[in-house]
Nanobody, 124 residues
């Protein structure tokens, strides 16, 4: 059984930074791409970032490009999301997900296992 557990969320002031982590188990982590998504109250789930199996390729949603960085440590079965220059509109529940693809993918239907999510709140 595949498990994904996010951590690192919290309350931060606008302009601040947070680093999210997603620890995985139950799947050969280093063989598959990973992604981060977020969902704010009353809004649809939004793609944030994705990384391929090796970490050599990344892809970002337009709203976070240049501010967020996705990375992975295959030895630790963990994917990270470094979030800088945070804005109030970044407030959401952030979830990591794993896919059967090895390349980066960005739609929710391409991911098959999800974590429970971690709350990120950015105050103005």
């Amino acid at each position: 059984q595949v498990h994904l557990v996010e951590s690192g969320g919290g309350l931060v002031q606008a302009g601040g930074s947070l680093r999210l982590s997603c620890a995985t188990s139950g799947r050969t982590f280093g063989s598959y791409a990973m992604g981060w998504f977020r969902q704010a109250p009353g809004k649809e789930r939004e793609f944030v970032a994705a990384i391929n199996w090796s970490g050599s390729s990344t892809y970002y949603g337009d709203s976070v490009k240049g501010r967020f960085t996705i990375s992975r440590d295959n030895a630790k079965n963990t994917v990270y999301l470094q979030m800088n220059s945070l804005r109030p509109e970044d407030t959401a529940v952030y979830s990591c997900a794993t896919t059967s693809y090895t390349r980066v993918v960005s739609t929710t239907g391409e991911y098959d296992y999800w974590g429970q999510g971690t709350q990120v709140t950015v105050s103005s």
